[in-house]
């Protein structure tokens, strides 16, 4: 093979494989990382804001993956089945739905157009905060809701849609500010059991003054699947089951809620007054 032959080769396949790697890079770079304890930033916060949002309290979403999202993950991980490892790999990214949520790297702020804008403007809608028509433009009033959002979760009310309010708003379908769980899937465990007096309230200033359009003690929306608890009795966090009304998360605190009382959130304040107060079995799962 002569000199001009063996260069002529060498440059044809160098220049495939740069094609290949071109075609299949974005693919490799595109894979997330896994997340485990001591990671840390925007990935960490969406995976505990949806821990959270499914009632695996795992405290502040602070970007940082410590002792508490590590107990939260396994627990998870156990009652869906999974590997309780405590390493957030592809399997249960996909059970906790993080790939359907708004992407970290969308930034989706007034003016912006297009699919993304339709997610999020349906998932607005779907949680109370209407915007609109999901037409795919986000104008003044999609901006508008947003803001109300961030408000009620604490986050900074600038109207832009980042990481942390797109890990606050969820998937799409689900109301995931509702901490619920599925009781015919998840396996609870033992549980304890109480008989405790509960009344009800909702959202509306009158029910929560002079805290209207605040969020829950925990920084959760307040809305079904919220109960307000005395720590001292049921600790803040806890995931509930309440004969007659369903799952819950024990995530807010009240001056007159003391003692062997717990609170119900309800959607609307006639739904509250309806329940009045009655005396309740409550299993507590710590």
């Not at 485990?36 to 940082?64: F, H, M, P, T």
């Not at 339709?118 to 998932?123: A, D, E, G, K, T």
Request: positive net charge.
């Amino acid at each position: 093979m002569d000199t001009l032959t063996r260069k002529t080769l060498t440059f044809i396949i160098s220049v495939l494989f740069v094609g290949w790697f071109c075609i299949n890079a974005g693919n490799v770079l595109a894979t997330p990382a896994n997340l485990a304890l001591g990671s840390r930033g925007d990935e960490v916060v969406q995976l505990q804001q949806s821990l959270n949002n499914k009632g695996y309290y795992c405290g502040e979403a602070d970007g940082i993956f410590g002792g508490k999202t590590l107990s939260a993950v396994k627990q998870f991980q156990n009652d869906r089945g999974l590997t309780a490892d405590g390493i957030v790999g592809p399997n249960t990214r996909n059970a906790l739905n993080l790939s359907s949520d708004l992407k970290n790297t969308d930034i989706l702020k007034q003016g912006s157009r297009g699919a993304a804008v339709v997610q999020l403007q349906n998932l607005l809608n779907q949680k109370g905060y209407y915007c609109g028509s999901a037409d795919g433009i986000l104008g003044v009033n999609t901006c508008n809701a947003v803001v109300k959002f961030q408000q009620s979760c604490g986050l900074a009310a600038d109207g832009i849609v980042g990481s942390r309010t797109g890990a606050a708003l969820g998937t799409s379908g689900t109301n995931v500010s509702t901490p619920s769980r599925d009781t015919t899937t998840v396996s609870r465990g033992s549980g304890q059991v109480r008989t405790i007096v509960a009344t009800g309230y909702c959202p509306c200033n009158k029910c929560n003054y002079p805290y209207g359009g605040k969020p829950s003690y925990l920084g959760y929306p307040l809305t079904k699947g919220i109960a307000a608890v005395d720590s001292r009795v049921i600790p803040m966090g806890s995931r509930l089951y309440i004969e007659g009304y369903g799952n819950a998360l024990a995530a807010d605190k009240g001056g007159a809620i003391v003692g062997n009382r717990i609170d119900l959130c309800f959607a609307t304040h006639q739904e509250a007054l309806d329940w009045g107060m009655r005396t309740v079995k409550v299993t507590v799962y710590n």
